[in-house]
């Protein structure tokens, strides 16, 4: 199967990049959302990644150009319809999800392989509301996309041979480095990731440090370019309790529990650099 045209839906940060490494290996795109106001922002985000790498000397005023001509930022779905591949990168809710692929399956060809890039919930689930189970699959891109290399490939228990031979070539074309992985809550990245953010929020939460001191240990002495709360912040503190919630919730285990310290900034909407505060204070 020879991928031309996706789409991607969600204009956020992880669509925006998807939209932005997508448009740059070749590929037409439609970047898709319902609000104005998010493919706006995508597009100026795209738009700012491509400027640092023209100012840098990585890309050519005209090469900006030219992937930029090939976006094209839609409000309608239906467009879905000349997609080869769609890319889903809406909230991680498995409701929204669910409505979002019982959608596409109507509006897509048959031809047509439908890819979330859910980052924990389960790929058999979210297939099972289609009609195309064979042609769902997971494709898990790590933030930021047009700098981080891994895809998480993931096969849901009907997933097709061909989709997923054809979706780890695409990866490839991406420039990334695709990784097979087995549908278990959270995968490999969040299933590790995850409960070490919620362990650095308890010790904050128990006392045991401060917050830039917890992440300076974790910087220090484990070498990690960020520390795990300055992470979360980044990745979106709501965004890391759902994903403990689904974790919990998935295996049943107390070692999943959300720290209650997380579900408090949550309720109070601090939650990281997107509302302006987390565990740090930003400015815009």
Do not use: W
């Not at 999800?97 to 919930?121: E, M, Q, W, Y």
């Amino acid at each position: 199967m020879n991928i031309q045209t996706i789409m991607v839906v969600g204009a956020g940060q992880m669509g925006s990049g998807i939209a932005q490494v997508a448009a740059a290996s070749g590929l037409q795109v439609l970047l898709h959302d319902t609000s104005p106001e998010f493919l706006k922002r995508g597009m100026l985000s795209i738009d700012k990644q491509l400027s640092r790498s023209v100012e840098k000397g990585k890309l050519t005023q005209d090469g900006m150009k030219e992937i930029l001509r090939r976006i094209q930022p839609t409000e309608f779905i239906e467009l879905a319809e000349q997609a080869d591949l769609v890319i889903e990168a809406i909230s991680e809710n498995m409701a929204l999800k669910v409505l979002l692929f019982h959608r596409l399956d109507g509006i897509c060809p048959p031809h047509t392989i439908i890819a979330t890039n859910t980052s924990s919930l389960p790929i058999s689930e979210i297939a099972a509301v289609t009609g195309r189970p064979a042609r769902v699959i997971g494709m898990h891109f790590m933030n930021p996309v047009p700098v981080m290399p891994l895809v998480e490939v993931i096969r849901g228990l009907e997933t097709s041979q061909e989709v997923f031979e054809v979706v780890c070539g695409l990866s490839e074309r991406l420039g990334k480095i695709p990784v097979e992985v087995n549908d278990f809550p959270g995968f490999v990245s969040n299933r590790i990731l995850m409960p070490m953010i919620n362990e650095a929020v308890f010790t904050v939460y128990e006392g045991v440090a401060s917050v830039e001191s917890v992440d300076k240990v974790m910087k220090l002495g484990m070498n990690h370019p960020m520390g795990p709360l300055e992470l979360a912040d980044f990745i979106g503190l709501d965004t890391c309790l759902s994903i403990m919630e689904i974790l919990y919730e998935g295996f049943k285990d107390s070692k999943y529990r959300p720290c209650p310290l997380l579900r408090k900034y949550v309720k109070a909407g601090r939650l990281g650099r997107k509302s302006g505060q987390g565990f740090y204070t930003y400015s815009s």
